[in-house]
Nanobody
């Protein structure tokens, strides 16, 4: 599986931003896709996940502001970020848990999101 993220950049406080992540691969079954973020000097933290059955989980810091959705036909997930603030500034990583011959985890390359006026 390969993951390609896009959509990061500079965004003003309160503005919306959408991060797509497209998965590619053959002969696989994706169980979970989601997003983590990391700030320099801090551990990578979970932001949002979506399972193959459509169930979602969000960190308390983004609940009510971010929405993680999927387009299964395109093997793509979208992180819709609303009401962003400076604390949302981080590198955002897409992650997929998938099954081929065994259960595996793949990370995207990361995309920088900077919230600043």
């Amino acid at each position: 599986v390969q993951l390609v993220e896009s959509g990061g950049g500079l965004v003003q406080p309160g503005a919306p931003l959408r991060l797509p992540c497209a998965a590619s691969g053959s002969g696989i079954s994706i169980n979970v896709m989601g997003w983590y973020r990391q700030v320099p000097g801090r551990q990578r933290e979970s932001v949002a996940t979506i399972s193959s059955d459509g169930s979602t989980n969000y960190s308390e810091s983004v609940k009510g502001r971010f929405t993680n959705s999927s387009d299964n036909a395109k093997d793509t997930v979208y992180l819709q970020m609303n009401s962003v603030n400076a604390e949302d500034t981080a590198v955002y990583y897409c992650v997929a848990v998938w099954r081929g011959d065994s259960l595996s985890v793949t990370w995207g390359q990361g995309t920088q999101v900077t919230v600043s006026s």
